[in-house]
């Protein structure tokens, strides 16, 4: 298995995992990465990804099934497209689900690769 496809399953382990230590690990290290929610609102720095990250895996009512449908491996820089299907409960206790593109690109600095973007687009 190539380098940043075995990068990208522990990413996406670690989110499946609420493993925000493991999850941090792939933040840029010299400047932010950025997400971008179903929703629209953007996180721009390391320091909001990583507080929305803790407050989403505090959550235990929410899981994600997620097909990788692309990947591209440059060398320096890795991206990978992936269908993803949320399922959560609403404030009410009713059930519901998300369908999106989950849209992240990487970089390979020092022999590591850590995301770049984030994005989630609702189909």
């Not at 235990?60 to 949320?86: E, F, N, P, Q």
């Not at 998300?98 to 600095?109: R, T």
Request: proline fraction near 2%; include cysteine.
């Amino acid at each position: 298995m190539d380098q940043f496809k075995q990068a990208l399953d522990m990413h996406l382990k670690s989110i499946a995992d609420r493993d925000i230590a493991a999850f941090s690990e792939f933040l840029h290290p010299s400047h932010s990465s950025m997400v971008i929610l179903p929703n629209g609102h953007m996180l721009k720095s390391n320091e909001d990804i990583i507080d929305f990250h803790i407050e989403w895996f505090a959550d235990l009512d929410w899981r994600m099934d997620v097909k990788i449908m692309d990947i591209l491996d440059m060398g320096s820089v890795g991206y990978a497209l992936c269908d993803v299907i949320y399922h959560d409960i609403d404030e009410d206790g009713k059930p519901y689900q998300m369908e999106y593109f989950l849209s992240l690109l990487f970089n390979k600095i020092e022999g590591k690769w850590v995301l770049i973007r984030d994005q989630n687009t609702l189909k």
